[in-house]
């Protein structure tokens, strides 16, 4: 199976910081039909997960331009330019390129 | 809108078998998979399977054959997946989510507690 490694495991922000979190693949998501099935998933307290961005770098409907994707290969960041109250909680990076699809173990994002 | 309810928590003894649902609207329910995702309490996500509505077809991931059942009922818009043979390891939140590829509809998950 594909294992994903995100770093780090806890990020401590304050609001307004800008941030990243490291998405490393342990082989290539780029699929055969040229698309690199990469998704962000936010999942905030006591709720279901949200998708983010899907397909390395597309926003997801709604989602705030303060966030972007970006990577290719096996190395993959998700950025949050300004860190707002509302974005507390736990990030995970998730592969569809190779089945069985994986998660990566998650990035808590608190509060500093 | 679309949306995706899941039924409710359940308490079950080691050994036996639950079947959840999760029962979508707002979209033609054949036109899209369901994939059935497992977290256990303060863990990471697995990706259990997905069954596609209109041909009944399954992916499994390897890791939870014999486990998990997927089916549907397309005269309800429903998907359902059962689970066998229960061990505390099954003590989980299950959610379904729109898309063999888990899209951006997410059902509120299902408390399953496996305890004796």
């Known amino acids: 199976d594909v294992v994903l490694t995100q770093t780090p495991s806890i990020l401590s922000a304050t609001i307004g910081q800008s941030v990243s979190i490291s998405c490393r693949s342990s082989q290539s998501l780029l699929d055969s039909d040229g698309n690199t099935y990469l998704y962000w998933f936010l999942q905030r307290p006591g709720q279901s997960p949200q998708r983010l961005i899907y397909?390395?770098?597309n926003l997801g409907s709604g989602v705030p331009n303060r966030f972007s994707g970006s990577g290719s290969g096996t190395d993959f960041t998700l950025k949050i330019s300004g860190v707002e109250a509302e974005d507390l909680g736990v990030y995970y990076c998730?592969?569809?390129?190779?089945?069985?699809?994986?998660f990566g173990a998650g990035t808590k994002l608190e509060l500093k | 809108q679309v949306q995706l309810q899941q039924s409710g928590a359940e308490l079950t003894k080691p050994g036996s078998s639950v079947k959840i649902s999760c029962k979508a609207s707002?979209?033609?329910?054949?036109?899209?998979?369901i994939s059935w995702i497992k977290q256990r309490p303060g863990q990471a996500l697995e990706w259990i399977g997905a069954i596609n509505p209109g041909s009944g077809g399954t992916g499994y991931n390897e890791k939870f054959k014999g486990k998990a059942t997927l089916t549907v009922d397309k005269s309800s818009s429903t998907a359902f997946m059962q689970l066998s043979s229960l061990t505390p390891e099954d003590t989980a939140v299950y959610y379904c989510?729109?898309?063999?590829?888990?899209?951006?509809?997410w059902g509120q998950g299902v408390m399953v507690t496996v305890s004796s």
């Open positions: 989510a729109r898309g063999r590829r888990v899209g951006n509809y």
């Open positions: 397909l390395v770098s």
């Open positions: 707002g979209y033609t329910f054949t036109s899209y998979d």
């Open positions: 998730m592969q569809a390129t190779h089945a069985p699809y994986t």
